[in-house]
Nanobody
Framework: VQLQASGGGLVQPGDSLRLSCAAS????????VAWFRQAPGKRREFVAG?????YYADSVKDRFTISRDVAKKMVYLQMNSLKPEDTAVYYC?????????????????WGQGTLVTVSS
């Protein structure tokens, strides 16, 4: 399985951005996919995850939405009302069989990351 994250960029506070994660290889609707992020000098943190349900970090709840298109093997992260503290490299991660976890060690596959910068 390979994951390709894309969609990052430089935006202003309050703007929106949509990240995409394209999966190739043997994946299905039973896989869990999550977005993590890592800001400079900080630890990687869980942002959102999806399998049969969706899960969010408190810091992004009501602003971010994770969704998936199983047929296209795509997972999206719609980010609205972006704040400077959302600046980070965003990674998508996948596990074929485990439930969504906030622990990155539970995911077997990782994408390369896409940089999101929120600045005026």
């Amino acid at each position: 399985v390979q994951l390709q994250a894309s969609g990052g960029g430089l935006v202003q506070p309050g703007d929106s951005l949509r990240l995409s994660c394209a999966a190739s290889g043997p994946t299905g609707s039973s896989s869990s996919v999550a977005w993590f992020r890592q800001a400079p000098g900080k630890r990687r943190e869980f942002v959102a995850g999806i399998r049969w349900s969706t899960y969010y970090a408190d810091s992004v709840k009501d602003r971010f939405t994770i969704s998936r298109d199983v047929a296209k093997k795509m997972v999206y992260l719609q980010m609205n009302s972006l704040k400077p503290e959302d600046t980070a490299v965003y990674y998508c991660a996948l596990d074929p069989s485990r439930p969504v976890s906030r622990n990155g060690l539970e995911y077997a596959y990782w994408g390369q990351g896409t940089l999101v910068t929120v600045s005026s």
